[in-house]
């Protein structure tokens, strides 16, 4: 499959944009990071989260960069120690978003429940369809390659519905910043333009996982030889 001319052809139009995304992502989160902040990162998340009601989220560090998410499971906003401890815009922008995904999961944001409950389905598909459609491809087994596509489906569900789940918790992130006075409104062309560009790293993931689904469903999903 993945030397197959075709697949590359039809997922190109995602990689080209993953890669543009992450070009503005660089860009944007430089110039955000050099930008200060009244809060550091940690101290916007708690506010906001504080401010909502969620004196119960914890706040936690964690390694890597900007390996920054929200744990539903435990009710924990962990932060990279950069985001963490920076009192720069792109910091403040980035833990917002983050809490964003806790409020949401407060107030049972559908799209957020849907996604939550995909999760595990989703993460053995990623592997095991295309593994699946490989070798049922291989020992010409029809109903062993359906099963994979179905499978590999799920991600595409997990992605689709994961995008309204992203753009949601910045659209909170970007309000809360503004009404609790965080970030002042000329500030906010930073904070947009960080929060902007990794949305669009989540539409092009999106892509690719819906490309890569019409390409199996062309290539293996009628073929019995």
């Known amino acids: 499959m ?7 052809i039809m997922i190109a139009p995602a990689l080209l944009l993953g890669f543009w995304a992450q070009m503005r992502i660089r860009s ?21 989260l504080d401010s909502a009601g969620l004196q119960n989220v914890e706040i936690e560090t964690v ?84 099963v994979g596509i179905a499978l590999f489906g799920a991600v595409v569900f997990f992605q689709l519905v994961n995008l309204p789940v992203e753009f949601n918790a910045s659209s909170r992130a970007k309000a809360q910043l503004v009404t609790l006075g965080i970030v002042n409104p000329q500030e906010m062309t930073y904070v947009n333009k960080v929060l902007n560009a990794a949305a669009l790293t989540y539409v092009a993931a999106t892509l690719q996982a819906v490309l890569t689904l019409l390409y199996l469903i062309m290539r293996f999903g009628g073929s019995r030889d």
């Open 2 to 8: 993945f030397f197959d001319p075709l697949w590359l």
């Open 28 to 48: 944007s989160y430089g110039k955000a990071q050099r930008m200060s902040a009244p809060l550091s990162g940690a101290a916007a998340a708690r506010h906001i």
């Open 63 to 146: 390694a890597g960069h900007l390996s920054d998410h929200y744990d539903p499971r435990h009710k924990v906003l962990r932060l990279s120690r950069e985001v963490y401890q920076s009192r720069s815009l792109a910091a403040v922008g980035i833990a917002a978003h983050e809490a964003g995904h806790a409020i949401q999961d407060a107030h049972a944001y559908a799209p957020l429940v849907v996604r939550n409950a995909a999760v595990p389905v989703a993460g053995f598909g990623s592997n095991a369809g295309i593994i699946l459609v490989i070798l049922g491809a291989i020992v010409q087994l029809q109903p062993l390659i359906l």
